[in-house]
């Protein structure tokens, strides 16, 4: 079975840092690109980052773009995100999810793990 | 944010069809960029529904159809179901932000 397992969420003060993971298991992990996908309370889903299956190219929404860096260990079957200088509008869950090639449909979606950014 | 539009809600009774657009530009839809679609269910995380515009995944139910016109996709669900209450988003690439454009939602009600 494929599945994702997103973990690392939390309270974190504004200005903070966190780092999420994501484990995969039941599929070609180091064949498949991977994103990150947030959604604020209440509100809809905005993608944040995606990464090639080889870790070679990443990518970046504008919103997260010097703050954030996405990265993969193949070895271990991990996705991470790093996040740096956190704003209370980071505040959402966030979900891993993977595809064929960046770019293309996200074929399986984690659980999710909430951040909440607040003093 | 959300470049892709969609209408807020759409409602329709048990067994009857409803269809939700989404709206996109030159440099998504129009550019001939595949249009995908997620289910979320209350309280879950999204599911793929449909990809490459029409193509449904192995375990959806043929009630569930899309379709492209131009700079715009459409999903349609026939037989409406009380099951089928729940938030949908398409999804697009986006070549002027190099990345993954998500639909603004819509949420379906059964009556």
């Known amino acids: 079975e494929v599945q994702l397992v997103e973990s690392g969420g939390g309270l974190v003060q504004p200005g903070g840092s966190l780092r999420l993971s994501c484990a995969a298991s039941g599929f070609t992990f180091s064949s498949s690109a991977m994103s990150w996908v947030r959604q604020a309370p209440g509100k809809g889903l905005e993608w944040v980052s995606g990464i090639s299956d080889s870790g070679d190219s990443t990518y970046y929404a504008d919103s997260v773009k010097g703050r954030f860096t996405i990265s993969r260990d193949n070895s271990k079957n991990t996705l991470y995100l790093q996040m740096n200088s956190l704003r209370a509008e980071d505040t959402a869950v966030y979900y891993c999810a993977n595809s064929q090639w960046f770019g293309y449909h996200m074929d399986v979606w984690g659980n999710g793990t909430t951040v909440t950014v607040s003093s | 944010q959300s470049v892709l539009t969609q209408p807020p809600s759409v409602s329709g009774a048990p067994g009857q069809r409803v269809t939700i657009s989404c709206t996109g530009s030159?440099?998504?839809?129009?550019?001939?960029?595949?249009v995908h679609w997620y289910q979320q269910l209350p309280g879950t995380a999204p599911k793929l529904l449909i990809y490459?515009?029409?193509n449904r995944p192995s375990g959806v139910p043929d009630r569930f159809s899309g379709s492209k016109s131009g700079t715009s996709a459409s999903l349609a669900i026939t037989g409406l179901q009380a099951e089928d209450e729940a938030d949908y988003y398409c999804?697009?690439?986006?070549?002027?932000?190099?990345?993954?454009?998500f639909g603004t939602g819509t949420k379906v009600t059964v009556l």
């Open positions: 490459g515009y029409s």
């Open positions: 030159s440099s998504n839809i129009g550019a001939g960029y595949d």
């Open positions: 999804q697009s690439y986006d070549s002027s932000l190099s990345g993954y454009v």
